[in-house]
T-cell receptor
Framework: ELKVEQNPLFLSMQEGKNYTIYCNYSTTSDRLYWYRQDPGKSLESLFVLLSNGAVKQEGRLMASLDTKARLSTLHITAAVHDLSATYFCACGGYSGAGSYQLTFGKGTKLSVIP | DGGITQSPKYLFRKEGQNVTLSCEQNLNHDAMYWYRQDPGQGLRLIYYSQIVNDFQKGDIAEGYSVSREKKESFPLTVTSAQKNPTAFYLC??????????????FGQGTRLTVV
């Protein structure tokens, strides 16, 4: 069974600072997704990482994937208030029934304070 | 514009009542999914369908039912057997049968509350 763990679950950071969110997964996964969720809203896709060593950047966010360590990171550079949201990672993999599914972490609630 | 539409946005259910959440997509996607999100939690898969007239149980299917009579539509019924239905429900779709070749797109969600 594929399990996904994110840490930290809560993150309060000052504007202008850097920080990293970690996503560990338990078994082989061939792709890793990062989503953003604003309060009361749906999920917005940020990144899809497909291979070992993949790195993608969009604005102040950069995601990377290390399939050997079963680890993905979401790095925040010079945080601004607009980045306050909950960030989820999700791994693609096969379930016990043989179907391909996404398994989500519990999310990291990020608050950027002035 | 193409997208996934969930309705209603807010729904209130009385004890012992069945309610149906709507999910429609005009993206011509094959696969559709229903997730449940509880406060402070990630998403848990309820049911998914990779083709019309076929669907499979996810991790927490008990107390829920679905149908897939049309490619565009994947309604979710929360039955009276679901003892704790208060949650945020998200519908998603992807072009291929499963997420393997692409990402999923999510609807705006339905917030269900038991009164």
């Amino acid at each position: 069974e594929l399990k996904v763990e994110q840490n930290p679950l809560f993150l309060s950071m000052q504007e202008g600072k850097n920080y990293t969110i970690y996503c560990n997964y338990s078994t082989t996964s061939d792709r890793l997704y990062w989503y953003r969720q604003d309060p009361g809203k749906s999920l917005e896709s940020l990144f899809v990482l497909l291979s070992n060593g993949a790195v993608k950047q969009e604005g102040r966010l950069m995601a990377s994937l290390d399939t050997k360590a079963r680890l993905s990171t979401l790095h925040i550079t010079a945080a601004v208030h607009d980045l306050s949201a909950t960030y989820f990672c999700a791994c693609g993999g096969y379930s016990g029934a043989g179907s391909y599914q996404l398994t989500f972490g519990k999310g990291t609630k990020l608050s950027v304070i002035p | 514009d193409g997208g996934i539409t969930q309705s209603p946005k807010y729904l209130f259910r009385k004890e012992g009542q069945n309610v149906t959440l709507s999910c429609e997509q005009n993206l011509n996607h094959d696969a559709m999914y229903w997730y449940r999100q509880d406060p402070g939690q990630g998403l848990r898969l309820i049911y998914y369908s990779q083709i019309v007239n076929d669907f499979q149980k996810g991790d927490i299917a008990e107390g829920y039912s679905v149908s897939r009579e049309k490619k565009e539509s994947f309604p979710l019924t929360v039955t009276s057997a679901q003892k704790n239905p208060t949650a945020f429900y998200l519908c998603a779709s992807s072009p291929d049968r499963g997420y393997r070749n692409t990402e999923a797109f999510f609807g705006q969600g339905t917030r269900l509350t038991v009164v």
